[in-house]
């Protein structure tokens, strides 16, 4: 957007990005850790609010039910992997080393990186 010089003042800055709080609404830079408006923590782009953690013990304990995957919005293949109790263990495994390994990924495509 920014690439080209165009007609009329633009209030941001070149090549900044912006983003609207999850919370309220409000517009802020995406860089932003917490939102200006209403003090909301905001989730780096690309990365999972969901826990590790969470996703782990889900995965580890009742992973052949798909919950870890339910936990992360993925209710499709979830509901293949209860079906399939887990693809019979196999998915289950590469899931619960995906998740260790940083790369497992939530509905919207975002790595779950955070732990606690
Ligand atoms: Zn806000």
């Given at each position: 957007m920014n690439e080209n010089t165009t007609a009329g003042a633009s209030t941001a800055?070149?090549?900044?990005?912006?983003?609207?709080?999850?919370?309220?609404?409000?517009?802020?830079?995406?860089?932003?850790t917490a939102c200006p408006g209403?003090?909301?923590?905001?989730?780096?782009?690309?990365?999972s609010e969901r826990q590790i953690l969470v996703?782990?013990?889900?995965?580890?304990?009742?992973?052949?039910?798909?919950?870890h995957r339910f936990y992360v919005g993925k209710i499709?293949?979830?509901?293949?992997?209860?079906?399939?109790?887990g693809g019979l263990g196999i998915w289950w495994l590469i899931d619960l080393i995906m998740i260790l390994?940083?790369?497992?990924?939530?509905?919207?495509?975002?790595?779950l990186r955070r732990w606690p």
């Open positions: 800055p070149a090549g900044s990005e912006m983003v609207f709080c999850r919370a309220c609404g409000r517009q802020m830079h995406v860089s932003a209403c003090g909301a923590r905001q989730v780096p782009a690309g990365e996703a782990f013990l889900l995965c580890f304990f009742i992973g052949y039910l798909g919950a499709g293949t979830g509901l293949l992997m209860l079906i399939t109790a390994a940083g790369s497992f990924r939530d509905i919207d495509g975002r790595a």
